[in-house]
């Protein structure tokens, strides 16, 4: 009934939109004669990476970890038909990944609205959709909880998901304001059975859902100045997330998300500042579990995850080498349901340098010093040479 | 949930009706603003930006409409953004 009650929003509002572009499909724009004009054009983007690690607490101390290369593929298929995708290749503890990072076909409806559907980003804070590539990350690292690793629990949507979006950006006054609701197949509960340890969290990797209860989400940024130096999101995400016909089924997580960027030049200390922050809470019904032992137990499932980074580049000073350099700091913090078997709270400071080679290459340098909250620290060297292209 | 989901939209469009009754049209200094300024202020939120000469006009004619669906930039940012691109390059 839920869902049935969200798809219908969301059909009536796409049949609108949809009704007003072949309206204006009717009266197209002269079409501008280019040189290189042509309905279908495409190009290929993308992005390559290696990493390199020192761990003084580890057996291995020294260690080139991970190589990998992300072409994007960007058709633009008429003047309103779009389809971008892009594919990962990478290695990890020497075996070669490979996966789809997105692939979405999208509609431009009018000049406030665009409609896609697949595979995709998931629009819920900024980092996953806009930051977290590896050559727009300004450290070698992501943040604490913001890049899904295998075998953790994801606070919040931070993968990409299937599913289907609306969004657009239109100007109010001298600021600005963004859109994006969307419907995703969602986040699917381990129940614990084959990780008992992992019981009660949620991975978004969600692919062929669990369940027929979608989970409905949205992002509204704001531009207040007229610069668009700074920019402030709201995300939410609800949605079912047991598997059908299990005792979890009816289980229910909400995900909320507040985000702040801010981006300026400082003529008077002659640098670039740049000023990133994000949190991500996650609430999920209480419900049984069974532990390692067999015995049944529960525990309060809301955690939170959040970092702040603060980068300065002095790019105004004649130096040419201080010129491309940029430095970073960024705090932080992962509050994971304390009773939880993989609950706890970690914290963890990066340091860091950047140093550009070009606008789009760049060598970057970080010390990582974490620690799970009365028990054990760590900490790394990490070292990327990444590109864009 | 269902309360929950029409209580979210509630306050969205209340959110989005208090911030336009100031004004819903774009100030003449907004709407002046140049395709290399839009270029600097919008692209280097989130990464510095190639060269434009790195591009052609049609491969920026892609990019920029690419950049345009992923960060919400408004048409008549991406129209002057790509002009001043393919005009640079």
């Given amino acids: ?113 665009t409609v896609g559907m697949g595979k995709m980003l998931t629009p819920f804070g900024l980092y996953t959709e806009r930051i977290e590539a590896p050559f727009i990350e300004k450290l070698p690292n992501s943040p604490l909880g913001f890049k899904h690793v295998e075998g953790s629990p994801n606070i919040g949507p931070i993968c990409p998901e299937m599913g289907f979006d609306v969004r657009g950006g239109f100007q109010i006054g001298n600021g600005k304001m963004n859109y994006v609701l969307y419907v995703a197949n969602g986040a699917e509960l381990n129940e614990g059975l084959l990780e008992p340890k992992l019981a009660g969290a949620l991975e978004y990797e969600n692919f062929f859902d669990n369940n027929s209860k979608k989970s409905f989400g949205g992002r509204i940024g704001i531009l207040p100045l007229s610069n668009s130096s700074l920019e402030i999101g709201g995300s939410w995400c609800i949605g079912e997330v047991g598997k059908a016909k299990s005792s979890y089924e009816h289980l229910n997580s909400k995900a909320y998300s507040f985000d702040v960027t801010y981006h300026k030049t400082l003529r008077n200390i002659k640098s670039m500042v740049d000023f990133k922050a994000q949190i991500n809470y996650l609430l999920v019904d209480k419900a049984t579990y069974i532990n390692e032992e067999g015995d049944p137990y529960s525990f309060e499932n809301k955690s939170d995850i959040y970092y702040l980074r603060l980068s300065i580049r002095p790019a105004l000073v004649k130096n040419p080498y201080l010129r491309r350099t940029e430095f970073l700091a960024r ?28 606008l789009r290459t760049g060598i970057r340098l970080a010390y990582e010093v974490g620690e799970l909250v009365g028990g054990k620290e760590s900490n790394a060297i990490l070292v990327r040479f990444v590109t864009g292209f | 949930m269902k309360k929950n989901i029409y209580f979210g939209l509630l306050l969205i469009l209340g959110f989005i009706a208090f911030v336009s009754l100031p004004s819903c049209k774009t100030s ?62």
């Fill in chain 1, 1 to 113: 009934m839920k869902t049935k009650n969200i798809l219908a929003t969301f059909l009536t509002f796409s049949s609108l939109s949809l009704n007003l572009a072949f309206a204006q499909e009717d009266n197209p724009k002269p079409f501008e004669k280019t040189s290189l004009s042509g309905v279908t054009k495409n190009v290929i983007i993308g992005y390559a990476y290696s990493d390199f690690m020192i761990s003084p607490k580890s057996d291995v101390k020294t260690n080139f970890t991970r190589v990998g290369f992300s072409p994007t593929m960007i058709w633009k298929l008429g003047e309103k038909l779009f389809f971008e995708s892009q594919v990962e290749f990478y290695t990890d503890s020497g075996d070669l990944n490979t996966q789809v990072e997105y692939a979405k076909l999208s509609f431009i409806v009018n000049k406030y609205m």
């Fill in chain 1, 331 to 358: 705090y932080n913090v992962a509050n994971l349901a304390k009773d939880a078997l993989w609950g706890g709270e970690y914290i963890r400071l990066d340091l860091g340098v950047s140093y550009w080679l070009s």
């Fill in chain 2, 28 to 89: 003449l200094e907004v709407r002046e603003k140049s395709g290399s300024v839009l270029w600097s202020e919008n692209c280097s939120r989130c990464h510095y930006s190639p060269d434009p000469e790195d591009y052609n006009d049609a491969q920026w004619e892609v990019i920029v409409l690419h950049m345009r669906v992923r960060s919400s930039l408004t048409e008549e940012e991406a129209e002057k953004i790509t002009k001043f691109l393919q005009d640079s390059n």
